[in-house]
């Protein structure tokens, strides 16, 4: 059974930090890159960044490039979204997802289309 868990969302002051991290259970870490996503209310869901399965290479969307950076644990079942310099518009349900990139597992994409596994997402509430 294929589970994604997301946890380390809460409340935040602007300009502060927060780790999420994503567990993933019944994957195969060699075989599924991990991407990582949030919906704030009433916006659709957006691509932060995610992590290829073969050589751990990174991509961000443009909009979090710097402050935002994806990581993977040394068990290869974790990965992390490190988030600093919060802003208030950085509020949303943070989730993780896993997509099979085949033949192109050196690469990700931000593109929740390419992604086929979800986890159900942590609140991220940025406020002073």
């Known amino acids: 059974q294929v589970q994604l868990v997301e946890s380390g969302g809460g409340l935040v002051q602007p300009g502060g930090s927060l780790r999420l991290s994503c567990v993933v259970s019944g994957l195969n870490a060699d075989k599924f890159a991990i991407g990582w996503f949030r919906q704030g209310p009433g916006k659709e869901r957006a691509g932060l960044g995610c992590?290829?399965?073969?050589?751990?290479?990174?991509y961000y969307n443009t909009s979090v490039l710097g402050r935002f950076t994806v990581s993977r644990g040394a068990d290869k079942n974790t990965v992390y979204l490190e988030m600093n310099n919060l802003k208030p518009e950085d509020a949303a349900i943070y989730s993780c997802?896993?997509?099979?990139?085949?033949?192109?597992?050196?690469?990700?994409?931000?593109?929740?289309?390419?992604?086929?596994?979800w986890g159900q997402g942590t609140q991220v509430t940025v406020s002073s």
């Open positions: 992590i290829s399965s073969a050589d751990d290479s990174t």
């Open positions: 997802a896993g997509g099979d990139f085949k033949e192109w597992s050196e690469f990700c994409s931000v593109a929740p289309v390419n992604y086929e596994y």
